[in-house]
């Protein structure tokens, strides 16, 4: 059996296990996909073992998805400017490639799954930490016309907006700086729903028929998606669909083919 697995620290929780099973039963393929607690102080030496052990690829996921980045031997530029892996993959020569497919599984999950059009909108991130850094080069990629970032920490937001190619317009800012300005969509990718809180925000921040969506996913709605219904969103989605899409841009990596992800999100959805 072609052997993955994902690996973080703590890992009892984590759905991929399921996730993945569902697209290989989907798609046919065999393989076993399983979990490992990594090590804290030793990250390297459990991922040199899975793959000694001939495991063919890992996700990677909470707290070593930067510890990844920095062992991999080849990235993908979305990876490269994200300063994060969570998708490594054993090269037949032996190296160790490192991607991150967290952006590009939110934007599909908006694009793809709820027919979200990114043309020619002016979109918010909120956050400038690992999670917003992973999404930068997709949201750039996703057509949008412009993409905003802002931060608690103004500086954190202004660095991040500096790592854009300069194609798309991108600019970095504080909280106070959102007066006054409207936005088609507004990303959460702050931490700040784990404490089931919001960031200040101005109330009227959504442009008509605007959406948000909250990289947060839990089974009741969580703080950012409340917000949302509260101030006029047109559509306000959590991150389940954005965990099932990075997942199955790791499987098509892995395995060449893409499996059908609404499938498995409605599953998901059902079992909450
Ligand atoms: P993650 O990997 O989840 O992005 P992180 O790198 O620690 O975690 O980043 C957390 C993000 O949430 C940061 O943007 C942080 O803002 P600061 O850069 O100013 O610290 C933001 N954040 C955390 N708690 C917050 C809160 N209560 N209100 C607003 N933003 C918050």
């Not at 059996?1 to 973080?8: N, Q």
């Not at 510890?67 to 037949?92: D, F, H, K, M």
């Not at 709820?114 to 400038?128: E, I, N, P, S």
């Amino acid at each position: 059996l072609h052997r993955y697995a994902v690996i973080g620290n703590p890992i009892e929780h984590s759905q991929s296990p399921t996730i993945h099973a569902a697209f290989a039963q989907q798609c046919g393929e065999a393989i076993d996909y399983g979990r490992i607690l990594g090590d804290r102080h030793d990250f390297a030496g459990d991922v040199q073992r899975f793959f000694a052990q001939g495991g063919l690829g890992l996700n990677v996921t909470l707290p070593f998805k930067e510890q990844a980045w920095a062992l991999v031997e080849e990235r993908s530029e979305r990876a490269e400017v994200a300063g994060a892996v969570n998708t490594l993959i054993a090269l037949p020569d032996g190296r160790l490639r490192g991607d991150n497919t967290d952006g590009i599984g939110l934007v599909r999950d908006l694009a793809d799954n709820h027919g979200f059009d990114f043309a020619g909108t002016r979109v918010l991130l909120l956050g400038a930490g690992g999670a917003a850094r992973g999404a930068l080069v997709p949201l750039l990629e996703s057509g949008l016309r412009e993409l905003v970032i802002a931060n608690r920490t103004p500086e954190r937001a202004h660095t991040l907006a500096a790592l854009g190619s300069g194609a798309v317009p991108v600019s970095g800012c504080g909280f106070e700086a959102l007066a006054g300005e409207r936005f088609d969509l507004v990303i959460n990718a702050t931490s700040s729903g784990l404490s089931d809180t919001v960031p200040p925000i101005p109330a009227d921040l959504l442009a008509v028929g605007g959406w948000t969506y909250d990289m947060l996913y839990g089974a009741e709605p969580t703080a950012f998606c409340r917000w949302g219904r509260a101030h006029g969103a047109a559509c306000s989605l959590d991150g389940l669909g954005m965990l099932v899409e990075q997942a199955a841009e790791s499987f098509r990596l892995w395995r060449g083919v893409r499996p059908r992800a609404a499938e498995v999100i409605a599953m998901l959805r059902a079992a909450d």
